[in-house]
């Protein structure tokens, strides 16, 4: 059998998680980004301009998810009052509910996973993959040695 490479494996078991959480999520109306997003947003809210790169998305593809959130009544958007400039996202209450069932599902999920990896497995696969997001934000992952 021909060796998986690590990319590959990081793809395929991201998009695994990523149609799980997006088929958990479409039971309650939403999808896995909305939810990431509401988890990502502070108690007493969040500046936009914060909220992109707190999620590692690009700001055009947070927009589309804000608008949609909006539409739905999970959030707000007001005026910063320390800066008019900026807009501070909020949780409406049904905001707030439904990042409660984002945060359970997400805790679920990681209860289960712990329940079949062993914590030793699971810390170095957490090494590994800190290790792997530290060389490509160093860009060193194709700039040759020597």
Known sequence: MKEKTI???????????????????SKYGATMALGFTLLSIDKEGTPSTALAPKMGMEPT??????????DKGFI???RSKKDGRSVIIK?????????????????R????????????KLNHFMEVADIINELINEKSIFTPKG
């Open 7 to 25: 990319d590959y494996v990081l793809r395929a078991t991201w998009q695994a998680v990523a149609r799980m959480y997006n088929e958990e999520a």
């Open 61 to 70: 593809s947070l927009t589309r998810t804000l608008k949609s959130m909006e």
């Open 76 to 78: 707000t958007k007001t």
């Open 91 to 107: 949780l409406t209450k049904l905001g707030q509910e439904k990042r409660e069932l984002s945060k359970q599902t997400v805790l």
């Open 109 to 120: 999920f990681n209860e289960v996973i712990k329940e079949h990896i062993p914590e030793e």
